[in-house]
Antibody, heavy 116, light 110 residues
């Protein structure tokens, strides 16, 4: 069965960086885009970007360009999402998601807390 | 890219039908038939319930239906049930080859 397992919760100080991992299993990792979505506490969903695992090509939402980097390691079927220059308003649950044409699978979410 | 506009809350009685709107522009909702809807229960990951404006993934109840007119997409839930209480988000592909979510709608079953 398809599974996306994300790394654990993180607490970071403003200005630091965080890298969240998403390990995929149960399907061909290189066959599907991987999206990253975040949700601040009590707020809505925010699309951050996608990566094509087969090529490494990426596309980011404009507001994250320059501060977010998505990568992947096809040898271990894992996608990564790094946010630099963290701010308190980056506090959120970060999800990876394999959204296919007619189905979707989501990771369990990773809570990133940014606080001094 | 601004978030798509949804009503903050919609409510209905069990058995009734409700409709949630999702308004964008001709560079997203109006320009492509790639509107999706997600259901999110508290503390859970979102779940896809409608894709390509009106198609349902396998296993999703036919009580959920989607449509689009111009720059506004709509999700209708018929035969409302207590288990339908959740947050609902629309999403659209955009001219920039990105995606954008709606502001979200809280559905309450009275």
């Amino acid at each position: 069965q398809v599974q996306l397992v994300q790394s654990g919760a993180e607490v970071k100080k403003p200005g630091a960086s965080v890298k969240v991992s998403c390990k995929a299993s149960g399907y061909s990792f290189t066959g599907y885009y991987m999206h990253w979505v975040r949700q601040a506490p009590g707020h809505g969903l925010e699309w951050m970007g996608w990566i094509i695992p087969s090529s490494g090509d990426t596309k980011y939402a404009q507001r994250f360009q320059g501060r977010v980097t998505m990568t992947r390691d096809t040898s271990i079927n894992t996608a990564y999402m790094e946010v630099t220059r963290l701010r308190p308003d980056d506090t959120a649950v970060y999800y990876c998601a394999r959204v296919g044409v007619s189905d979707d699978y989501w990771g369990q979410g990773t809570l990133v807390t940014v606080s001094s | 890219q601004s978030a798509l506009t949804q009503p903050a809350s919609v409510s209905g009685s069990p058995g009734q039908s409700i409709t949630i709107s999702c308004t964008g522009t001709n560079t997203d909702v109006g320009g492509y038939n790639f509107v999706s809807w997600y259901q999110q229960h508290p503390g859970k990951a979102p779940k896809l319930i409608i894709y390509d404006v009106s198609k349902r993934p396998s296993g999703v109840s036919n009580r959920f239906s989607g449509s689009k007119s111009g720059n506004t997409a709509s999700l209708t839930i018929s035969g409302l049930r207590t288990g339908d209480e959740a947050d609902y988000y629309c999403s659209s592909y955009t001219r920039s080859s990105t995606y954008v979510f709606g502001t979200g709608t809280e559905v309450t079953v009275l």
